[in-house]
């Protein structure tokens, strides 16, 4: 994607793409381009669908500029919402077809992977996310707790970590509007599950929960542990933040600390930094809520959905591998970020596809092919 990434990263992180940037940069590079959802038009698209951005555009010229990149928008007069929805739809439901062709590479045409997502509720009605949803303890959500708007924690993380494939299923466990009463019992009963991945976009911090979910955690060592680093401006490991009061800070081999990046590819304001922090994913997306509906999901709960999605990626073309294995993969295949938390410190930042290619490589090696045919069978076209 190249410089033009930058530009629509740099313009989403500004609140602003002016008119000299449009016209002279953005719009000339798109209209080179084949129509199509790719990755400089999907980043187009998302600062569209960002209220906040200030775009000096005419309303007609995003309105078929949408349309010709495969998402129709009937009406381009306020046409905000049905941007979101639209991408929100896309980027929960559509099919990487680069996951596909690789699980043929590698010979697991019928891969699945089963992942337990621990949260507060579920909306098992979701049109886009309910097909995905197998089993566990989903809970409903009560309807005088919640009123119209209420976008639900749980159904906005279930729409990242399944996102780009059918083949992650998703077993929901809820602990309702409680984490320090119910989440210890949602968890016991998730970890009672076939389930090889836990997505855990939550804070733990009080000692005692803290114990009892080190203790669970280092009892399940074949199975990976996705954890949010945490929203707060502070270290992690430090202050109030170290092992024995708050879960992220635990070091274990198969627990994944996930920061959260924002659209400079720099730490995202008002969540946790610090060398505990395996990787950063994106710290927000468009991704569905309650109701059937669609909207922002942010923070390092929505980063920690996309590492396990990542991480579900890898295991179905790599099922082999260690947590501890998978951690250190997606850590190394993704880009380095100097001075990632402004104060010195690099981090890498998720990157799917490399490291989707990664695993595939190294199961092909030990399948026995040689190395540079197994570069040259998994490379990009």
């Known amino acids: 994607m190249g410089h033009l990434s930058e530009i629509l990263r740099q313009a989403r992180h500004d609140k602003r793409l002016s008119r000299d940037t449009w016209e002279g940069k953005v719009r000339p590079a798109l209209d080179a381009e084949a129509p199509g959802a790719n990755g400089d038009r999907r980043l187009l698209l998302d600062l569209f669908a960002d209220d906040s951005v200030v775009i000096d555009d005419p309303g007609s010229v995003r309105w078929s500029l949408l349309n010709r990149g495969g998402y129709p928008v009937p009406d381009h007069r306020g046409f905000g919402s049905q941007i979101a929805a639209r991408i929100a739809h896309n980027n929960v439901s559509e099919i990487d077809p680069r996951l596909e062709e690789l699980l043929a590479i590698v010979g697991r045409p019928n891969a699945q992977v089963r992942l337990a997502i621990v949260d507060s509720f579920f909306d098992m009605d979701h049109p886009v996310i309910a097909a995905r949803f197998e089993g566990g303890k989903p809970g ?74 080190v203790e669970l955690i280092s009892m399940n060592p074949d199975r990976l542990f996705v954890v949010a680093a945490g929203n707060d401006e502070g270290g992690l490991g430090e202050g109030d933040k170290t092992a024995d009061k708050f879960l992220a800070a635990n070091d ?109 490589i190294g199961r092909l090696m030990r399948m026995g092919i040689p190395r540079l045919d197994a570069e040259a069978r998994v490379s990009p076209r």
């Open 252 to 360: 274990l081999p198969n627990l994944l600390q996930a920061g959260a990046y924002a659209a400079d590819n720099k730490r995202m304001g008002h969540t946790v930094w610090g060398d505990l922090i395996d990787l950063a994913g994106p710290g927000e997306a468009l991704t569905t809520c309650v109701g059937g509906t669609f909207g922002m999901g942010s923070h390092t709960s929505i980063a920690a959905s996309f590492s396990s999605n990542a991480a579900g990626r890898v295991f179905l073309i790599d099922p082999d591998l260690k947590p501890a294995e998978v951690i250190a993969l997606l850590a190394a295949s993704g880009k380095q970020i100097e001075d990632w938390d402004r104060r010195g410190r690099a981090k890498p930042i998720l990157d799917v596809d490399r490291a989707m290619e990664a695993a595939a």
């Open 140 to 213: 409903r959500i009560p309807e005088h707790d919640h009123p119209p708007g209420y976008r639900g924690h749980g159904t906005s993380n279930a729409g990242v970590v399944g996102s780009g494939t059918k083949r992650i299923r998703c077993l929901p466990y809820s602990f309702g509007n409680s984490v320090s009463n119910n989440a210890a019992f949602a968890f016991g009963d998730a970890l009672g599950s076939d389930a090889c991945l836990f997505n855990l976009s939550f804070g733990i911090d009080d000692p005692k929960g803290v114990e009892h979910f």
